[in-house]
């Protein structure tokens, strides 16, 4: 009996692995096609292939790479969005400018109707003795309304004996007048207006054609 349970704890003992013995029993983790073709080898053996090193450094290349490309990627849409914010600003600040600047247009555009008709009554009025009075009358309102149209900024189109200009006039009817050269306003049928630097009213002329 004593010799049967000697020889079972010899055997026990032969089956039990020693720490070493298991850890050599692990593969090592490279997988390169070298090792792969060779024999596997354990933790104990060194892997001179250094396959781990190489992958691991392409990544974190790889990861650099990409990281860059976002990165200017993210600065060139923050640089075109300060851009398009300052672009924003100026058209804003511009709206602003000119709706303070020709507020008053509409009303203008009225003041110059009155103005028309008080040059067409001052023309049709003969002056006599009797109607003297009343033409310094007019004469004196006209002065006065076109005084107060140039403090705002009312200036009168220069047209008549002026090569005619399509951002200025406005072309009604053509003259064939040999004395004067072509494309030249003869007559200025109703004055056209500026309101500072906009044309507010294209003056009606009449031009010459020699054609």
Same mark, same amino acid.
């Given at each position: 009996?004593?010799?049967?349970?000697?020889?079972?704890?010899?055997?026990?003992?032969?089956?039990?692995?020693?720490?070493?013995?298991?850890?050599?029993?692990?593969?090592?983790?490279?997988?390169?096609?070298?090792?792969?073709?060779?024999?596997?080898?354990?933790?104990?053996?060194?892997?001179?292939?250094?396959?781990?090193?190489?992958?691991?450094?392409?990544?974190?290349?790889?990861?650099?790479?990409?990281?860059?490309e976002?990165?200017?990627?993210?600065?060139?849409?923050?640089?075109y969005?300060?851009?398009?914010?300052v672009?924003?600003?100026?058209?804003?600040?511009?709206?602003?400018?000119?709706?303070?600047?020709?507020?008053?247009?509409?009303?203008?555009?009225?003041?110059?109707?009155?103005?028309?008709?008080?040059?067409?009554?001052?023309?049709?009025?003969?002056?006599?003795?009797?109607?003297?009075?009343?033409?310094?009358?007019?004469?004196? @309102?006209?002065?006065?309304?076109n005084?107060?149209?140039?403090?705002?900024?009312?200036?009168? @189109?220069?047209?008549?004996?002026?090569?005619?200009?399509?951002?200025?006039?406005?072309?009604?009817?053509?003259?064939?007048?040999?004395?004067?050269?072509?494309?030249?306003?003869?007559?200025?049928?109703?004055?056209?207006?500026?309101?500072?630097?906009?044309?507010?009213?294209?003056?009606?002329?009449?031009?010459?054609?020699?054609?």
């Amino acid at each position: 009996m004593k010799k049967k349970a000697l020889e079972k704890d010899t055997e026990q003992m032969e089956n039990i692995n020693t720490p070493e013995e298991k850890n050599n029993d692990k593969k090592h983790s490279c997988h390169c096609e070298k090792c792969n073709n060779n024999e596997a080898k354990t933790n104990n053996e060194k892997c001179n292939c250094k396959d781990n090193d190489k992958k691991t450094l392409e990544e974190l290349k790889a990861t650099v790479l990409k990281l860059n490309e976002e990165k200017e990627e993210l600065e060139n849409k923050l640089m075109y969005s300060k851009a398009e914010l300052v672009n924003y600003r100026k058209r804003k600040d511009e709206e602003t400018q000119n709706m303070l600047k020709f507020a008053n247009q509409d009303l203008i555009m009225e003041l110059l109707v009155v103005l028309d008709n008080f040059e067409r009554a001052m023309a049709s009025m003969k002056v006599t003795d009797e109607t003297s009075k009343v033409m310094e009358g007019i004469q004196m @309102i006209y002065n006065h309304l076109n005084e107060t149209l140039k403090n705002f900024g009312v200036t009168e @189109i220069e047209a008549k004996d002026k090569p005619f200009d399509s951002n200025y006039h406005e072309a009604v009817m053509t003259a064939n007048d040999k004395e004067k050269d072509n494309e030249i306003v003869v007559n200025v049928l109703l004055k056209g207006y500026m309101l500072k630097n906009r044309v507010i009213r294209a003056a009606k002329v009449v031009v010459n054609n020699l054609d």
